[in-house]
């Protein structure tokens, strides 16, 4: 999880208790609910895939080269620190699919694509709940575009309360659709219900 306090403590005010009291408990929620279905669950890290960085694009680099200038910590920390870890009450179980990103979007330096299409075979059909399966669009110019996508309002967060409406509303817009994790449960109740066979 990053660190809020480093180069703005101000920050800290609006975004650790969003992620402590928000973020972490709705997140768990959705992972019990997945879990306990029998639906895939997935993880991303971002951060360098190697200690000094040089497997990140040139902005990247830069920006942590004045991150550890300003406060002696870098803006992404690399995989294999303890700060590039999933949060521990949110930790993926064995079998769970982890992917270590480097880019902003998995698309770009993973094979998350590849993976959730092979994942897909096994997710339902039923057109009320399919985050993670692929549809039939043409992938388009954007990855996603092959996909059916929901945020999570109320598992996700950044440092400042505007920019996160912001970035929200712009994702719903163009991208896909923005639910509270109250509706994602009970959308997977629905379908998970109507799946199970009769006297099952």
């Known amino acids: 999880m990053p660190d ?3 180069a703005a403590p101000e920050t800290a005010i609006y ?3 969003r992620i402590t009291q928000t973020v972490i408990p709705a997140t768990r929620r959705l992972l019990d609910a997945f879990r306990a279905a029998g639906r895939p669950v997935a993880f991303t890290r971002h951060g360098p895939l190697l200690p000094d960085g040089s497997d990140m694009i040139e902005r990247r680099r830069r920006r942590d080269v004045d991150a550890v200038a300003n ?3 870098p803006a992404l920390w690399h995989k294999g620190t303890f700060e590039h870890e999933i949060v521990a009450g949110l930790a993926p179980l064995p079998g769970e699919l982890v992917l270590d990103k ?3 979007s998995a698309f770009n ?3 998350i694509e590849w993976l959730l299409r092979n994942m897909a075979c096994n997710c339902s059909s039923s057109p009320a709940w399919r985050p993670t399966c692929a549809s039939r669009r043409p992938r388009a110019m954007r990855p996603t575009a092959a996909f059916d996508v929901i945020v999570v309002e109320d598992a996700t967060a950044t440092y400042f309360e505007r920019h ?3 970035a929200l509303s712009g994702f ?4 896909g659709q923005v639910w ?3 509706r994602v449960l009970e959308a997977l109740r629905v379908t998970s219900s109507a799946s199970t066979p009769t006297g099952a």
């Open 4 to 6: 809020a306090g480093g």
């Open 15 to 17: 975004y650790v208790p």
């Open 71 to 73: 406060t002696e910590m």
């Open 102 to 104: 480097n880019t902003s």
């Open 109 to 111: 330096s993973t094979g």
């Open 164 to 166: 996160h409406e912001a």
């Open 172 to 175: 719903a817009r163009v991208f």
């Open 180 to 182: 509270e994790s109250g």
